[in-house]
């Protein structure tokens, strides 16, 4: 009985091992092939004395983990906390600070793609490649909103890559990096696809690639393979609290890099279309609160002054379902559907207002640059009374909207209970009641107490410039 056992348990074990190592795929051939065209990008920057860490792999400053520490200490990256010779030390001078990035050759005669963040304020790129040779880089061209950088070097006959289709992968697919993780070069790192087309905030116009391949600072700007050798992402993104990788690393479609290279190639900016309009998504509580029967579509939040979609019929409250024919599901489908119209084309646009469904044509507008924050909290007033959603409310001064660039508005002195518990903070300032602009605060109240209790109301708030519907359920009695 016992030899039977010991029998049929290495049956299984060799079968199960046999089929299990079948299913794994093979880096080498990869990795031996399509490494030379990966590159590493270091940078130099003057710091002024007395000036932020700027430059360096991680935005904002170096995170306070022991275990980081211990490795800049050990591989000795200038301007890190505990490099040797005193390197780490606040600067009494000016001085050069030194970074590093990945980035992949993109044709033989030597343009080089990488992440614009990777080459931001830099005095000088150095590329280095495979074979150890070095070139001085000039940057063609970056787009902060993809975060993508053109660079050329004087070069021929380089090594360079394939690129994929990042339409045809599957989540569950397995892909893998190469680059050079805290200046370690041409490391690669294997995964899998976690997820596809992945809306991260402020970064309305790519679609991601979320993997959980091991990216770490100096990945950035380094390509992502399938497993035929196809590049079909750039690594820009990791979530993490401590600065290092944590399980979920984020690139950009290698089809967007390469439509963006190419406006960078030929004139050394990109052009997107621009409605000009504020969007959010469509939740159950908005669609309850604004007499929705679905959240499909990307809510119309705002509207800018001047803009193609005031000058074409949306308002605030619309739901915009459909954009030059094709479907908006979720709000993070309208900005790159928008972006990738020409200036000047005139375009159907679906909306549903107030439950009626209406087409319009809009005329698109090339996106402008983007504009300053707009400060909105005042000083020196008494508090008004608390409202039945817990707000203290006071109308805004001649001069607060004219930086706000609002007829009516109330500005939201504090916030407490059901308001405060929905998101709705001090300096916001409240425009509009469901579908209803604001049009002072005894209407704005009056509104308020006609609504049930135990209902939602919709709130259109601003903040910033940024401007959204937030819903906050009034109490039961």
């Known amino acids: 009985m016992v030899r039977k056992f010991i029998a049929a348990t290495a049956f299984f074990i060799t079968f199960s091992g046999n089929a299990f190592s079948k299913d794994l795929p093979d880096f080498t051939e990869l990795a031996e092939k399509q490494g030379p065209a990966v590159v590493n990008i270091s940078i130099t920057q003057v710091v002024h004395a007395g000036g932020p860490n700027v430059g360096l792999p991680f935005p904002g400053g170096i995170p306070d983990d022991e275990a980081l520490g211990e490795l800049f200490r050990r591989f000795g990256i200038p301007g890190m906390p505990g490099a040797p010779d005193g390197q780490g030390a606040p600067p009494q001078q000016d001085y050069k600070s030194q970074s590093l990035g990945s980035g992949f050759i993109l044709s ?26 070095e070139f001085k880089a000039k940057i063609i061209g970056a787009d902060r909103r993809t975060d993508i950088a053109l660079l050329k070097i004087e070069a021929t006959g380089l090594p360079k890559i394939t690129p994929g289709d990042p339409t045809t992968l599957k989540v569950g697919e397995w892909v893998a990096a190469i680059g050079s993780p805290f200046g370690l070069e041409n490391t690669i790192t294997a995964g899998i696809v976690s997820a596809k087309g992945r809306a991260l905030p402020q970064e ?14 100096g990945n950035s700007g380094g390509p992502l393979f399938n497993l035929r050798g196809e590049v079909v992402g750039i690594n820009s993104q990791i979530y993490s609290r401590t600065g290092g990788y944590m399980g979920l ?10 439509e963006v290279s190419n406006q960078l190639k030929a004139s050394g900016k990109v052009s997107r279309g621009w409605l000009g309009i504020g969007i959010q998504e469509v939740n159950k509580d908005i669609a309850e609160a604004l ?11 705002a509207i800018e002054k001047g803009s193609p979609a005031e000058k074409g019929g949306l308002e605030s409250g619309d739901v915009i379902t459909k954009f030059d024919g094709k479907p908006v599901e979720s709000s993070s489908d309208l ?38 924050e707009i400060a909105a909290t005042p000083k020196g007033q008494a508090k008004p009374e608390v409202n039945r959603i817990g707000l203290i409310l006071r109308e805004l001064t001649p001069q607060q909207k004219k930086k706000l660039n609002s007829k009516d ?10 308001a405060a518990q929905a998101g709705i903070r001090r300096g916001d300032v409240i425009l509009g009641l469901n579908n209803n602009e604001i049009q002072g605060l005894e209407q704005f109240n009056k509104q308020l107490a006609a609504v049930e209790s135990g209902r939602t109301v919709a709130l259109l708030v601003q903040r910033g410039d940024n401007t959204l519907y937030v819903p906050v359920k009034l109490a039961s009695k």
Do not use: C
Not at 206 to 211: D, E, G, M, S
């Open 108 to 133: 033989s005669d030597g343009y080089v793609l990488t992440n614009a963040h990777v080459v931001r304020d830099a005095d000088e790129v150095i590329v280095k490649l495979s074979d150890k040779r």
């Open 291 to 301: 007499g929705l029967k679905n959240t499909s579509g990307a809510l119309v939040a």
């Open 204 to 217: 309305n116009f790519v679609p991601f690639i979320q993997t959980d391949v091991a990216i770490n600072p």
């Open 409 to 418: 508005g109330l500005l939201v002195v504090d916030a407490q209970g059901p």
């Open 249 to 258: 690393s984020f690139a950009i479609p290698i089809d967007v890099a390469i």
């Open 335 to 372: 900005p790159r559907l928008v972006g990738a119209t020409r200036a000047g084309k005139t375009v159907p646009v679906d909306i549903l207002r107030k439950g009626v469904v209406r087409t319009l044509s809009i005329s698109i507008g090339e996106m402008p640059q983007d504009k300053d």
